[in-house]
């Protein structure tokens, strides 16, 4: 009984703690999605989310290579984002038939360039 006492206790006194918000001065991105449609035109879809940080800009990378730096990658710019939410664009050049490509969100704030996951596909004939 007295080790059940214990344990009660223990658990009390050690089980609870107050979460504590985190506050983060740059936004969060999530790349949703791309559509690839029949006349090769691709569109890409973001997400920003996260943040009441100002977005400076926000956009698209996409490259014929993967990485993190993503070697010789298109960037498409969207300017300035007033609220959080989605995004999209649609690309219609630059893009060859029957070759994999890479894509990411992005999202620019004061100090901070934040990347969502790079998200691969095939422009079709």
């Given at each position: 009984?007295?080790?059940?006492?214990?344990?009660?206790?223990?658990?009390?006194?050690?089980?609870?703690?107050?979460?504590?918000?985190?506050?983060?001065?740059?936004?969060?991105?999530?790349?949703?999605?791309?559509?690839?449609?029949?006349?090769?035109?691709?569109?890409?879809?973001?997400?920003?989310?996260?943040?009441?940080?100002?977005?400076?800009?926000?956009?698209?990378?996409w490259s014929k290579k993967r990485g993190t730096t993503f070697i010789n990658?298109?960037?498409?710019?969207?300017?300035?984002?007033?609220?959080?939410?989605?995004?999209?664009?649609?690309?219609?050049?630059?893009?060859?038939?029957?070759?994999?490509?890479?894509?990411?969100?992005?999202?620019?704030?004061?100090?901070?360039?934040?990347?969502?996951?790079?998200?691969?596909?095939?422009?079709?004939?």
């Amino acid at each position: 009984m007295k080790a059940l006492l214990l344990l009660i206790f223990a658990f009390s006194v050690c089980g609870c703690t107050e979460e504590i918000p985190i506050y983060r001065n740059y936004p969060l991105v999530k790349t949703i999605q791309v559509v690839v449609s029949s006349n090769n035109t691709v569109t890409f879809k973001g997400s920003i989310f996260g943040s009441s940080t100002a977005v400076l800009d926000h956009g698209f990378i996409w490259s014929k290579k993967r990485g993190t730096t993503f070697i010789n990658n298109s960037i498409i710019s969207l300017g300035s984002k007033a609220d959080l939410g989605t995004f999209e664009k649609e690309v219609n050049q630059g893009m060859n038939p029957n070759t994999k490509y890479y894509v990411k969100a992005y999202a620019k704030s004061a100090g901070y360039t934040v990347y969502g996951e790079v998200i691969e596909f095939i422009l079709l004939n």
